[in-house]
């Protein structure tokens, strides 16, 4: 999610782009750009430098229930085939670890989502445009 800090009040706003790199987004709105705050109203000429990428919690929220569903549906279907006869089972046998492991693979992919999030905010925000070319 791209946000900008207005000028005036300091709050962050999002900035709607679904740009990867600020150069995009000077080829479609120039390098000097005026921008409305929504919290205080103020219009002001913003530079494609301010625009920093953050989380989007909303999705991060999303990828974890997501991950938490599907690991609570893994142990219930394996629960209910049978598989699963208490969860003592499920530390001490050679197939109740696997199923362990099988179980914990929607939380690894929750933090392969988050940790590719991460890596997209920083290289959006670790590359600059110059302000004088």
């Not at 974890?64 to 219930?76: E, K, P």
């Not at 006869?85 to 109740?96: A, V």
């Amino acid at each position: 999610m791209l946000k900008i800090k207005c000028q005036n009040c300091k709050e962050y706003f999002k900035y709607p782009s679904d740009a990867l790199t600020r150069a995009e987004i000077e080829n479609k709105v120039g390098r000097y750009f005026r921008y409305q705050c929504p919290h205080c109203l103020s219009n002001k000429e913003y530079h494609v430098n301010d625009i920093r990428a953050h989380d989007n919690q909303k999705l991060l929220l999303l990828y974890f229930l997501f991950a938490l569903f599907a690991n609570i549906g893994t142990l219930i279907y394996f629960w209910s085939i049978g598989l699963i006869p208490n969860i003592g089972f499920l530390f001490m046998t050679t197939i109740g670890v696997r199923i362990l492991i099988v179980s914990i693979v929607p939380f690894v992919v929750f933090l392969l989502l988050k940790k590719q999030m991460e890596k997209k905010n920083a290289f959006f925000n670790k590359h600059r445009v110059s302000k004088t070319r």
